[in-house]
């Protein structure tokens, strides 16, 4: 699309021979630039916001796995796992002498957590997770016990049990071993079933709050003028720059039909902070579109250290009555890559701001350093963030 309308421009202004060279450089300029631009692109209140109330609740419960083929836990070296089994069988019982020594191969404990979903009612079924917290090899084809699942008050939410698939497979013999996936957890859909619910206030005396995931003044203005346009002035007031108090229908049978109405409300949030996000550890470099870069220089190098050590074995002559020696011989080398000093092209947006940087020729490692050292000379602007 960008050719042909440079094409037709072209055209153009070879028939309109007349004009001056200046001014249609001017014009082809100006419309490359319209069609660079690209339109600000509106999102739902849904993905900018979230009504205070309507939130998840995390479980946790800790439970007992059987049916394992014999890679279960090994009990001598997790006692909690007989100790737990020990109650759960006196539970429906049958006793164990004490100081028996059970050697069981097929029972793993193990760690269950789940996601109480809002207003989820009791007899729902929810999805769980089932991690091992002993040495278990494997939890394929095993069978969750009955496990209570409790929330943040102690308070018993869900009951989990059923059979796991484990999306993994591996096999072992003579020390040698093959691996595909995790097996040492897996998840169970519908695995466990709510048993009391967790009240969800999400309005008092008809008054609603609604919280942006991101505070910003200019996106809370901009969602404030969008419910007020819709339902009127005086129905929503921002509290703060992510806060924003909504007034409701006086009808409560209103309340369900007026709040999906605001949340596919389209807002277009304002331009986020100018940052740059950096990964230490796995050297990853993100930055988003807000980013810019002024005029520098830059010169970068490499310092290589390689040290390498080989055995060096001295034998005595014949019936000299000497022992073998060995000893060890290394060698250090010391490489420093020069880097001339280039010049970095400011860039008024991020296809500029990423095509000066590649000029440099710098890996992903030396794209942090010299990253810092442009935040630190004032050239990049841009809030660095190191995670």
Known sequence: ??????????????IRRGLKSG???????????????APAHAERVKELASIRGVRDNPLIGYGLMV??????????????????????????????????????????????????PSFAQPGQNIDITVSSMGNAKSLRGGTLLMTPLKGADGMVYAIAQGNMVVGGAGASANGSKVQVNQLSSGRIPAGAIVERAVASPIGD??????????SDFGTVQKTVDAINRSFGPGTAT??????????APAQPEAHVGFLARIENLDVTPTQALAKVVINARTGSVVMNQAVRIENCAVAHGNLTLVINTQPVISQPNPLSGGST???????????QAGSALQVVRGGASLAEVVKGLNALGANPQDLLSILQAMKAA???RAELEII
């Open 1 to 14: 699309m960008l050719f042909m309308r440079i094409q037709f421009l072209h055209c153009h202004l070879k």
């Open 23 to 37: 001014l249609l450089l001017s014009v082809l300029l100006s419309a490359i630039a319209a069609i660079a631009v």
């Open 67 to 116: 049916g394992l083929d014999g890679s279960g836990d090994q009990t001598m070296q997790t006692p909690f796992t007989t100790q737990s089994l020990n109650n759960m069988l006196s539970q429906l019982g049958i006793s164990v002498a004490p100081g028996t020594n059970m050697q069981l191969k097929n029972v793993a404990a193990v760690m269950v957590t789940a996601t109480l």
């Open 205 to 214: 005396r008809g008054i609603f709050t609604l919280e942006l995931k991101v």
């Open 238 to 247: 921002a509290l703060d720059a992510r806060v924003i108090q909504i007034v």
């Open 325 to 335: 020696v060995a000893t060890q011989t290394s060698q250090i080398e010391l490489n």
């Open 378 to 380: 004032g050239a990049l």
